[in-house]
């Protein structure tokens, strides 16, 4: 495998002042393609087909419920004054950059929209990704005394509204008016609802779109097959990109859970014990090469909103990435811890002579190789280790155990019958 790290990226924006889900899942990710083709009339399925396997699964991890905004006009009447805010969504056009306004502010139940299309991305980045944005226009009418009060009343109906009841706090946006010499300030915050992601159709950084020949031998664009071990997997970068879309790196609620790179959030630290060191330095990923367990199988991995990704590899959600989206404002399921066999020290799933080679380096120095979950590491767990050995036969010589020498010669006695289990 080249072992050549790709990077992937987050877009951050703000406006100026369909897919099949499991009915248990509490939000749907309505991708819109509104480029055509997204890469090629040929590879479209494929590519589109991960591209919502990757939404689906994200869905099915989040169990928060969003509030419909069926209204994009909110009004606040304070004695016959009146204070009228209309607001609009915009998104980057995920083709051509450029900012798209969505005049009729409103959004479905458990729904967010999210615009997907590919473009000339240059280096290594192989996608961007990041929340739509929010702006308003203000009218009023009335008297100074009671202009203040109305503008306040518009305000929380507004607020209550685009904040949709759940998930975080995806940014905000301030200003003042005034009437007849009296000034209102206000703050409007909005969660989520619309998002942008675009990958990268010029692998070779010619200024270009490639063909479908190098695009094939860029992307592997298959997410039910292996990823061959020279291409980027479009499903892992997908993920990764909608998860910004959502608010990771990219919100308010995520700024006010880290001071640099410590990430102080109680979800997650429940499962790492410390929050430093815990973001990247520009603190908009998790830090990079962060492991966690995923969720479909409980397998180590790297975190999917780490910065980059191996070539030839592919990620998906995992532990560590679900308690960082409850720290940031949304609910999840719970994925249990993986369990594993005694004597699996490695936590790989199997008991073989790795597992051996760590007890052995830790005898009697720590619970590294603790089996029957004494704190220690002594000959009991070596039996357990041999009673639950799964690898293939090893021999007396493979290794070399440390004192006493009892232990030593009950190791030797041993190993010679390791293809037998009782």
């Not at 991960?50 to 304070?78: E, K, R």
């Not at 009296?182 to 619309?194: D, L, P, R, S």
């Not at 990823?227 to 990219?250: C, P």
């Not at 066999?341 to 490695?346: A, I, L, M, S, T």
């Amino acid at each position: 495998m080249n072992f050549k790290r790709i990077y992937l990226s987050t877009a951050l924006w703000a406006a100026i002042p369909t897919l099949a889900v499991s009915p248990v899942s509490a939000i749907t990710i309505n991708l819109q393609y509104p480029g055509s083709p997204l890469f090629s009339a040929a590879l479209d399925p494929t590519a589109k087909a991960a591209i919502n396997a990757a939404a689906a699964d994200i869905s099915a991890a989040i169990t928060s419920s969003l509030n419909t905004i069926n209204t994009d006009v909110y009004t606040g009447n304070n004695s016959s004054t009146t204070a009228t805010f209309n607001f609009l969504y915009s998104y980057l056009d995920p083709v051509t950059g450029a900012t798209v306004n969505i005049d009729t502010a409103t959004a479905a139940a458990n729904t967010v929209t999210m615009f997907v299309g590919a473009q000339n991305i240059f280096g290594s980045t192989l996608g961007t990704g990041g929340h739509g944005g929010f702006g308003y226009g203000l009218s009023g009418l009335g008297s100074a005394s009671n202009w203040v009060g109305a503008v306040a009343i518009a305000q929380s109906n507004a607020n209550a509204a685009y904040k949709r009841g759940g998930g975080p706090v995806i940014s905000s946006i301030s200003g003042q008016s005034t009437l007849g010499g009296a000034t209102a300030n206000f703050t409007f915050e909005y969660g989520v609802a619309y998002g942008q992601l675009s990958l990268d159709w010029d692998g070779n950084n010619n200024g270009i779109k490639d063909s479908d020949a190098e695009l094939n031998n860029y992307w592997h664009f298959d997410h039910t097959t292996a990823v061959a071990g020279t291409k980027r997997d479009l499903y892992s970068v997908a993920l990764h990109e909608m998860l910004h879309a959502l608010g990771i790196g990219a919100s308010d609620s995520w700024d006010a859970k880290h001071s640099g790179t410590t990430w102080t959030g109680s979800n997650v630290l429940a499962l790492t014990g410390s929050g430093v060191g815990l973001t990247n330095p520009a603190a908009d990923h998790i830090a990079e090469g962060t492991l966690s367990y995923r969720i479909s199988d409980g397998t180590d991995q790297e975190v999917a909103m780490d910065p980059s990704i191996l070539i030839g590899s592919r990620k998906s959600l995992t532990a560590l990435d679900l308690a960082f989206l409850r720290d940031i404002g949304y609910s999840t399921i719970i994925p249990s811890p993986p369990t594993f066999d005694p004597g699996d020290f490695e936590e790989d799933g199997d008991v073989d002579g790795m597992d051996l080679v760590i007890w052995q380096n830790n005898f009697r120095l720590n619970a590294a190789g603790d089996a029957d979950n004494d704190l220690d590491t002594d000959g009991r767990d070596f039996l357990i280790w041999q009673r639950n050995y799964t690898g293939p036969l090893l021999t007396a010589t493979s290794v070399a155990v440390p004192e006493p020498s009892a232990i030593m010669l009950l190791v030797g006695s041993v190993l010679a019958g390791l293809g037998m289990r009782g």
